[in-house]
């Protein structure tokens, strides 16, 4: 099993930045591919962006430019670097991880997937509140 544990959400003005984390704890298996998920109140869940634990990355269309998911191995932590932030990022931030992966012959390496596999992921955080204002 894996614990997740995010943190660095908080209140900012449109524009600002804030810089995510969560901390994994249990079988480094469990963290082949991790992502961050988020969902405002009274809307569907949404993959932001995900990292293979070999570091291909895969975002949303809704922040590619403006977003950056990276992972420390070593440190069992997963990072999510927000810039430019709207009031339509404002959500629930969940971190969340998988044992599995996913191959793609043609890139020669691992990926993971993000919209539509919520349910691909096995394990969740209890989530980081980030909040923008206009």
């Known amino acids: 099993r894996v614990g997740l544990v995010e943190s660095g959400g908080g209140s900012v003005q449109s524009g600002g930045s804030l810089r995510l984390s969560c901390v994994a704890s249990g079988d480094d298996y469990s963290t082949n591919c991790m992502a961050w998920f988020r969902q405002a109140s009274g809307k569907k869940r949404e993959g932001v962006a995900a990292v293979d634990r070999d570091g291909a990355t895969k975002y949303a269309d809704s922040v590619k430019g403006r977003v950056t998911i990276s992972r420390d191995n070593a440190k069992n932590t997963l990072y999510l670097q927000m810039n430019s932030l709207k009031p339509e990022d404002t959500s629930m931030y969940y971190c969340?991880?998988?044992?599995?992966?996913?191959?793609?012959?043609?890139?020669?390496?691992?990926?993971?997937?993000?919209?539509?596999?919520?349910?691909?992921?096995?394990?969740w955080g209890q989530g980081t509140q980030v909040t923008v204002s206009s």
């Open positions: 969340v991880s998988t044992h599995r992966r996913m191959y793609n012959a043609a890139y020669g390496g691992y990926w993971c997937p993000l919209a539509g596999h919520d349910d691909w992921y096995d394990y």
